[in-house]
């Protein structure tokens, strides 16, 4: 297991825990923590024994987004140095997204600007009451460009458009009705809310975990037409044929435990 400077990963049975680990500036992150994530989860992808992902951050706040002196070096860089920088940034968001099991992010305190898109890009995440979101970026004159797939995703355009222009902070409540937190718990509640559903997820077939969220990603936004249709009719099909379910219809007509679980 790699060693790293700006993270922890915590292992419980099947769930890692992904910690930033920058308390002192509310992990915000610079390019040290931006390479580290992107390792991790590299690292992690590759565990056959990790069924579960939750990234979280250490101390009172999830993320407060980049870190100030990061920008204020990023500042200076030539529009070719920016470059570099912002797809360093791009792919350690999309290697989160992209993870072949679930990931779940753990917020509390502070998620804004980046740290928005950090949980915005998991697969999902759950939401202490005290936690707050913001796309602060207009107000540095810049644009939330990076996370904006990943928050577009979660809360459509039409809440984009007003986060985006508006940079406003809201609460875990407005979080929640506009789709980018799935649950909302009292902040003593958050692990036990994450670890019940972590458990949930490692009951699953890991495989067609994968394979659902492939689905999703093929999916999405596409007309319902015969195309969608005959594709949706041959991944169901393909997934039939695997021994992975062909086992778990039998453990449930034979009430027994499938082989994911032994």
């Given amino acids: 297991m790699a060693t790293y400077q700006t993270l922890e990963i915590e292992r419980a049975g099947r769930v890692a825990t992904i910690w930033m680990n920058r308390p002192e500036v509310f992990n915000a992150f610079d390019e040290a923590l931006i390479a580290d994530l992107r390792d991790a989860c590299i690292e992690l992808d590759a565990d056959v024994g990790v069924r579960v992902v939750v990234l979280g951050g250490r101390g009172r706040h999830f993320s407060a987004g980049a870190d100030l002196n990061w920008m204020r070096r990023a500042s200076g860089y030539s529009e070719a140095e920016n470059l570099d920088d912002a797809r360093r940034f791009s792919a350690m968001l999309r290697g989160l997204s992209e993870m072949s099991k679930p990931t779940i ?93 972590a458990e949930t997820l490692v009951g699953c077939a890991p495989q067609a975990q994968k394979a659902a969220k492939d689905l999703i990603a093929a999916i999405n936004a596409r007309p319902i037409d015969d195309a969608v249709s005959e594709e949706t009719a041959q991944r169901i099909a393909r997934r039939r044929a695997t021994d992975e379910a062909k086992d778990g219809i039998a453990a449930f007509l034979e009430k027994r435990t499938p082989a994911w679980l032994r």
């Fill in 105 to 197: 992010a753990r917020v509390q305190g502070a998620a804004l600007g980046g740290g928005t898109g950090l949980a915005a890009a998991c697969d999902m995440a759950i939401a202490a009451s005290d936690a707050s979101f913001s796309t602060s970026e207009v107000k540095f004159g810049i644009i939330p460009a990076v996370i904006s797939p990943y928050v577009l995703r979660a809360v459509g355009p039409r809440h984009a458009l007003r986060l985006f222009q508006s940079a406003e902070k809201i609460d875990a409540q407005r979080a929640l009705a506009i789709g980018l937190v799935g649950e909302v718990v009292a902040p003593d509640q958050l692990d036990a809310a994450v670890a019940k559903l």
